[in-house]
């Protein structure tokens, strides 16, 4: 999620709503009608959807964070870490029915994403309200020594007790980081910095400059921050290089709102003018101005002028006749009014997934999807970058195991806005699949998006999501906000199929309250889901004809130490009846085999389970080497083979 100020929020120009696109063709078996459609409201008494996907628990927020926003989750040993725009908790999942809280950090500074590694833990902090010294009273100053916008570093080996290490701040904050942990440097740990908050002042942090990268070469605009944290002595973290990833890139073609919503935005327009509202052009384009910009406009002139307590009648009448001024000056101070085709200036990423073992990161870069090498972690290089059309706000990345495949998701409205009602294109808000070339380069493939269409009352978009390691196949469980939590199967690049989901109905009847599922992420057999007001949900799949208990039980074999989700791991199974029953099923789902051949299989598999060591390697080297015939003339000849090696390998 991306709270944007006024002017970012604007970049994208109005348009007309393209024609709906088709959308996915339902699963085999899918449930029809649909039931996620027309859930009763509420908090915890709201109606729940479910297919092939069952709650195993709900655990709600400790005392200090019930009005918080729950925000990103990271995970290790058997604990789940909660960030939060108040800090983090610290859940013990052993038991997954019933989490226990560890410990609780209460320390504002949005959005808190978090990311973990042996004992250190590391939290973003963006707003300019974050404090150094965790306290929740904010800052009032524009330029104070008392803030954080960077990361914090924090010593967790002390579970009960977290010690705050140190920070690193940077100009604009950290909305979101990853960390890298490169096979090659045991003596380190990298942290990629993700944020397009506006630049803080120079006089609070030297080289915030809003200078453009051709007049002044150490500009923070255009770059990606790099932190390197040594693990002997992570006090001495620092920034080490800034990464020039956005060069030569050029603004893309973009969509607005649709049809639907810009006559709605006209009607707010004037019903906001006819009240007194502040309004002001953005590129010929008349908005209204948020509350909490005008807020802290209005403070700064009472502050200007030596007075206390509210704003008076005339601080409103100046604000009124310089906001269009104050707004072009913002415009220009992060990077110039640009149009399609111009040179970018102040894009900064999102989010970025680093896959180290293939050395490839995968960057959500608000106006493009950007493949970068990450060999050397220190220097970041992009090898390729795309844009769409159809995309508003490129948010986060997913490699498939074997890197051959990316996922890039939209946050059309930036988490705060409808975008999955019938009105809203099927093609927006959506996710982007594409291949990758062993040249690395990218290309499209096909759209995924949540089937089922969600009311105006429910905040709703693609967001945070991670791959379930089902062998032999790609299937992601994904966050959609009050869409709940989608799991789909992209194996097929060009067909994306949902094959299981959960959702609620939304938190109110009458207005959009903000709520759902932030991140939806499989962890060493369970999928958990940060709730952004009801607390923590843990979810298990439970079988279907999409998906076959041996295949969920070879899942849960690919154990997990830690887990940062943009950190991505390469998934390993290890040699176990589950994953060759995993196999057996998919070839007899794709018929790879035929019947005859599955039934020798699978009873040949049962046999050599229940028998002695010497009698079950007899059997098993039997089935293999018939396999590896079958492979010969299979239409699934890999899967054969690879069911034929995993056979040979069980002991």
Request: proline residues 6%; aromatic residues 8%; contains cysteine.
């Amino acid at each position: 999620m991306h709270r944007r100020v006024f002017v970012s929020a604007l970049l994208v120009a109005t348009s007309i709503a393209m024609p709906l696109q088709a959308q996915q063709v339902p699963a085999p078996g899918a449930p029809a009608p649909d039931p996620r459609v027309g859930l009763k409201p509420g908090k915890y008494d709201a109606g729940e959807a479910s297919w092939n996907l069952r709650l195993v628990s709900l655990t709600k927020p400790t005392e200090k964070f019930v009005q918080s926003i729950n925000s990103d989750i990271a995970f290790f040993g058997h604990y789940a870490i909660q960030g939060s725009f108040d800090g983090f908790q610290i859940w013990d999942i052993a038991d997954a029915s019933h989490p226990t809280l560890r410990s609780a950090q209460y320390c504002p500074a949005s959005q808190s994403d978090v990311s973990v590694y042996k004992n250190l833990l590391v939290v973003s902090s963006e707003s300019n309200s974050g404090r150094l010294d965790c306290g929740d009273q904010g800052i009032k100053d524009t330029v104070s020594g008392e803030r954080i916008r960077g990361v914090r570093i924090f010593d967790i080996s002390d579970l009960d007790h977290p010690k705050y290490i140190t920070n690193v701040q940077t100009c604009r904050g950290s909305h979101t980081h990853s960390v890298l942990v490169d096979p090659r440097d045991k003596a380190n740990i990298y942290v990629y910095i993700s944020g397009s908050a506006p630049l803080r002042s120079p006089k609070e942090l030297a080289g915030c400059t809003s200078a453009t990268p051709d007049k002044d070469t150490s500009s923070p605009l255009m770059r990606l921050e790099v932190i390197q944290v040594p693990l002997a002595h992570p006090e001495k973290a620092a920034i080490v290089s800034s990464a020039r990833i956005f060069e030569g890139l050029k603004m893309p073609k973009s969509h607005g709102e649709t049809a639907a919503d810009s006559i709605a935005d006209a009607q707010k327009l004037a019903d906001a003018k006819a009240k007194g509202g502040f309004t002001a052009k953005i590129f010929g384009r008349e908005q209204v101005a948020p509350p909490q910009f005008i807020g802290s406009q209005l403070d700064s002139i009472v502050k200007a002028r030596n007075g206390s307590g509210a704003p008076i009648a005339s601080d409103s009448a100046l604000l009124r006749d310089s906001l269009q001024v104050i707004i072009d000056k913002i415009i220009a101070t992060q990077g110039g009014a640009k149009q399609e085709g111009d040179p970018i200036m102040y894009r900064q990423c999102h989010d970025i997934t680093l896959d180290p073992s293939i050395g490839l990161a995968g960057g959500a870069c608000e106006g493009h999807g950007l493949l970068l090498d990450i060999h050397d972690p220190v220097h970041p290089l992009r090898v390729d970058a795309v844009d769409d059309e159809n995309f508003s706000y490129w948010h986060s990345a997913t490699f498939n195991n074997d890197g051959t495949k990316i996922l890039f998701s939209d946050e059309w409205g930036g988490g705060g806005a409808p975008k999955c009602r019938t009105t809203d294109p099927h093609d927006w808000g959506a996710d982007a699949i594409f291949s990758i070339d062993t040249h690395k380069k990218l290309h499209f493939e096909s759209y995924y998006k949540l089937s089922a269409p969600q009311t105006p009352e429910e905040n709703c978009v693609a967001h945070n999501g991670s791959l379930i390691p089902i062998p032999g196949r790609d299937v992601m469980s994904q966050a959609w906000y009050q869409g709940g939590v989608s799991v789909f199967d992209w194996t097929d690049a060009k067909h994306p199929q949902e094959i299981a989901f959960f959702d609620r109905g939304p938190l109110e009847a009458e207005r959009m309250v903000l709520g759902g599922s932030w991140s939806a992420y499989w962890y060493n057999g369970v999928i958990v889901s940060s709730e952004i007001t009801r607390g923590l949900d843990i979810f298990e799949l439970t079988p279907s004809a999409l998906l076959t208990q041996n295949e969920i039980d070879a899942a849960k074999t690919a154990h997990l130490d830690y887990l940062n989700v943009q950190d991505q791991p390469h998934y390993t199974w290890p040699a176990t009846f589950a994953l060759a029953r995993a196999y057996v099923d998919q070839l007899e789902r794709s018929t790879g085999l035929p019947n005859d051949r599955v039934a020798v299989a699978r009873q040949a598999l049962d046999s050599a389970e229940h028998a002695g060591a010497s009698a079950r390697r007899t059997a098993l080297t039997k089935l293999a080497t018939q396999l590896e015939g079958d492979a010969r003339t299979s239409s699934d000849a890999a899967k054969v083979r690879a069911l034929a090696t995993t056979v040979r390998a069980i002991r």
